[in-house]
């Protein structure tokens, strides 16, 4: 099968001639070359430039007008207007596509598919209504042309097949003519944490409490400082280790200072998957999710897979994917966070149940195994229609 995938990715050419991007997401979508013979279609930056996620020389590029953010919207549909005739073209040479979204691009992706009659698949990794809320809390134009692309997104749904990511883009994607609901873990067979080496590992001196993810208001990473200040008030033994960046660095850094907590917290920019950042995870004691908003992150398969036991906000998907692997909490609020963190620090008996539980959810769901599932439910749905 020749499959042709649109994401809202950025990507940037490199001096070798190269195609990269910053999201992590395009590693799993590599991965597919070695099955499909893979095209990927995305907007290209202008210049040139190096990122962190190549595309090996097995899948073929094509380059779409450039625009910064879904945050403009006439940039958007005018480079998305643009891009009609590039992707007629492309869909004269696939067997199917998949147009990943919502977004105006996946949207005329998935329309120009249907009609030139391609078996058409809808991807969905995360809620885009809730989403735009969380980032743009103020701007109510923004507000409606997510809902707008959402609603063109479901109706698609009805007709044909979706892969989505996590259990409760599942239950809103419900009326979907066939469904998968994929977890895209980049966690691979060869990665796991052993279990008795994580278990033997010491929680009588310092603590180090991990985040990874962008520093972005759907992130909610100042909650970081405050859990930070609650659990430093009990114990002086707790050190915040942030993996990431954003626009929020500067305030999450101030917020510390404020505290009095700028020297027990570290901040190692963003680490690629692939150059260091598992072994982040095995040095660290509990990992700390406290976005807002959520489809299923990957980061959970990252921690779990690193024996790590995890704290993680219960929103989207998270709560089914980590229902007795992780100590759920509300959004929001500190003090249920720091209590949950200290909770595993001090029971033993805790903390090797969820990390126990952890290790089997990432054993289930390895880049390997997850793969081969979106290989078979391509090829097979595809073939069927």
């Not at 070798?16 to 013979?37: H, I, K, P, Q, Y």
């Not at 109706?155 to 259990?167: K, P």
């Amino acid at each position: 099968m020749r499959l042709l995938v649109c994401t809202d990715h950025v990507y940037v050419r490199e001096q070798d001639g190269t195609v990269s991007t910053d999201r992590a997401f395009a590693r799993f979508l590599d991965g597919l070359s070695e099955s499909l013979e893979l095209v990927v279609i995305g907007r290209l930056q202008p210049r040139e430039a190096r990122s962190r996620y190549s595309l090996s020389r097995a899948v073929e590029f094509i380059p779409l007008p450039y625009y910064e953010s879904l945050a403009e919207p006439a940039r958007a549909l005018g480079a998305t207007t643009r891009s009609l005739r590039i992707l007629w073209r492309a869909l004269s040479d696939v067997d199917a596509v998949w147009a990943i979204g919502p977004t105006p691009l996946s949207i005329a992706l998935a329309l120009l598919a249907r009609a030139r009659r391609r078996p058409l698949f809808i991807g969905v990794r995360q809620d885009l209504p809730r989403y735009a809320r969380s980032r743009h809390p103020n701007r109510r134009s923004i507000h409606l042309a997510a809902d707008a692309l959402e609603a063109a997104n479901r109706a698609l749904a009805r007709r044909h097949a979706v892969v989505v990511v996590g259990d409760d883009l599942s239950r809103r994607y419900r009326s979907a003519r066939h469904k998968l609901e994929l977890t895209a873990s980049l966690i691979s067979s060869d990665d796991l944490a052993d279990l008795d080496e994580a278990l033997a590992r010491s929680y009588r001196g310092e603590i180090r409490l991990l985040s990874v993810g962008r520093l972005e208001a759907e992130k909610n990473p100042l909650l970081l400082a405050d859990i930070l200040r609650e659990l430093r008030a009990q114990e002086p033994r707790y050190r915040l280790v942030v993996c990431g960046e954003g626009l929020l660095e500067p305030a999450l850094r101030s917020r510390l200072e404020d505290f009095g907590l700028a020297d027990h917290a570290d901040f190692l920019g963003y680490i690629p998957f692939d150059a260091g950042l598992l072994d982040v995870y095995r040095t660290s004691h509990v990992f700390l999710h406290v976005s807002w908003t959520e489809g299923l992150p990957q980061v959970l398969f990252e921690a779990w897979g690193c024996a790590v036991p995890v704290v993680a906000t219960d929103t989207g998907g998270v709560a089914a994917a980590a229902a007795g692997s992780a100590l759920l909490i509300r959004p929001g609020d500190a003090k249920v966070a720091a209590d949950a963190v200290a909770r595993l620090v001090n029971d033993p008996t805790l903390r090797a149940k969820l990390v126990q539980a952890g290790l089997r959810q990432a054993r289930t769901h390895t880049y390997e195994s997850e793969r081969s599932r979106l290989v078979r439910f391509l090829t097979s749905t595809g073939q069927s229609r």
